[in-house]
């Protein structure tokens, strides 16, 4: 069902409100002019929809090239800014996550107010300065400031993705399009897999400077296509423009002033996380997962370099593995999913949310296994090969975990998903920037043997609570209602 800029009445069942206004006018109703309406984001053609997708999975690359690209040439970094703490490497990579944690808090309310196109433009041509700022940095701190900037920008198409394809996509085939835009397209698939390489063969040759001078140039093309292509597909915000255009906007929005939409807007993800216990164990959990990610790419320097002896480039070459998982899991989750909800209406005569969340399971699994299988190898000091190949399984488990929490939340929240999608990403930021900081002294004490099998049992120790959403999510969503 479209979602309409008023409703005459409460919500349906499993509808969220929007909230373009705050009251309900029963008045004057702004709806789409039948279901086959043009207009409508759900009515669009194919191409349009594949091309918007694109943008924004285009938009998230940027993040991605500006982040793949960096990581092997940390140490270069380190020596040339004279610096000797040893948390700092880590830091460096890992920090961007800060700007990445809150970029959706501020930005996807606003998307809720204004508008998809707005915040997207904004966000590409702050993540443009941000690019060039990492690029002509003179010290640490300020690449550490520079790169906080570019994730609270880069932040913002992983959030609003979520929200445009709920804007245009049925519910049987988000999970694919979901699965496409989790990994940023096949264009940010292959960034993940050539960038760590390129990066690393570009530091030897070009400088580490040269990684961000790529990544303002990537982010520049981005950001001219998109004010030429991209197209607004917030139903509320075009239901509003319709509005204006019947002459009646004014009489719908008295009642509510934009500090009032504002503030509302804002302070919708507190609620989603105080009282909605689903989303808060759902994204705790993903920020968890999120953040071995970060254990992984922020090992791999030492790993290689001091233990196995690999040069820039050749360490660039190891993340290739959990390229290849992110790949497996982009490439099968996303439709897997997609099946499974059409087969629950067909035998059931509906779905719910919570049939999204089976391949958690195997996610959860997927990463406990693919710890113990790196930190192991990676502490007898087998052939290089086999922690790459553990790397494969954890990066499958990161994946799956995260396509299919963002799934539940758009399936969910609908209208409301990019503020939904924002919690995650605030979760898995806040995770991802902090806890790999312990990994210098964790696996200095413990090892990489132990210290990834804690790791992977603290995953263990999580995994019964996705088991007890599954079988309950749907009775304590409907015991915890929220008022959006």
């Not at 004057?28 to 918007?52: E, F, L, Q, Y």
């Not at 009489?251 to 216990?277: D, W, Y």
């Not at 120790?461 to 015991?479: A, D, F, N, Q, S």
Request: proline share 6%; hydrophobic share 50%.
């Amino acid at each position: 069902m479209s979602p309409q800029f008023e409703h005459a009445g409460p919500p349906k069942e499993g509808e969220i409100a929007v909230s373009p206004t705050a009251s309900d006018i029963s008045n004057h109703i702004v709806d789409w002019d039948g279901d086959d309406d043009p207009a409508n984001p759900m009515n669009w053609s194919k191409a349009r929809k594949i091309t918007i997708i694109a943008l924004v999975s285009f938009a998230s690359c940027n993040d991605a090239v500006a982040s793949s690209l960096f990581a092997p040439s940390v140490p270069g970094i380190m020596e040339e800014f004279h610096e000797t703490n040893p948390a700092i490497s880590p830091f460096l990579i890992s920090v961007h996550t800060i700007g990445f944690a809150t970029g959706p808090v501020f930005f996807s309310p606003l998307s809720e107010i204004y508008g998809r196109c707005p915040i997207l433009y904004a966000s590409n041509v702050l993540s443009f300065v941000a690019a060039i700022l990492c690029a002509v940095s003179v010290d640490i701190p300020m690449l550490a400031i520079a790169r906080i900037i570019l994730g609270f920008a880069g932040s913002v198409p992983f959030v609003l993705g979520g929200g445009v394809i709920a804007d245009m996509i049925p519910l049987e085939r988000r999970g694919r399009s979901i699965a496409l835009l989790s990994t940023g397209t096949l264009l940010h698939v292959l960034t993940d897999w050539a960038g760590p390489v390129l990066g690393g063969y570009m530091a030897l040759g070009a400088g580490w400077r040269w990684t961000f001078w790529l990544a303002t140039i990537t982010i520049g093309c981005c950001t001219v296509l998109s004010f030429v292509l991209l197209r607004e597909t917030y139903a509320p915000v075009l239901l509003k423009k319709k509005a204006w255009r019947l002459g009646i906007a004014k009489e719908l929005i008295n009642s509510e002033t934009t500090g009032q939409a504002l503030r509302k807007a804002f302070t919708r993800s507190i609620k989603l996380v105080f009282q909605t216990p689903i989303v808060a164990i759902l994204t705790v959990y993903n920020g968890i997962s999120y953040a071995y990610f970060y254990f992984l790419i922020t090992t791999f320097p030492s790993l290689y370099g001091e233990l196995y002896g690999f040069n820039t480039g050749e360490i660039g070459l190891t993340y290739l593995g959990i390229s290849a998982g992110f790949l497996v899991g982009q490439l099968t989750i996303g439709p897997f999913t997609d099946w499974y909800i059409k087969r629950q209406k067909t035998v059931h005569g509906k779905a719910q949310p919570e049939d999204r969340l089976p391949p958690m399971v195997l996610g959860h699994i997927a990463l406990a296994v693919g710890m113990f299988w790196y930190g192991w190898s990676a502490q007898v000091r087998t052939h290089w090969i086999v922690p790459i190949l553990g790397s494969v399984v954890v990066s499958l488990g990161i994946i799956v975990n995260a396509i299919v929490v963002v799934a539940y939340l758009v399936d969910t929240f609908t209208v409301y998903a990019a503020s939904a999608v924002a919690i995650n990403n605030l979760f898995k930021a806040t995770f991802g920037a902090f806890l790999p900081m312990t990994g210098p002294s964790m696996y200095g004490r413990l090892g990489y043997g132990w210290g990834n099998t804690t790791l992977g049992l603290i995953v263990l120790v999580l995994t019964p609570t996705t088991l007890l959403v599954m079988k309950y999510g749907e009775k304590i969503r409907h015991r915890y209602p929220v008022d959006l």
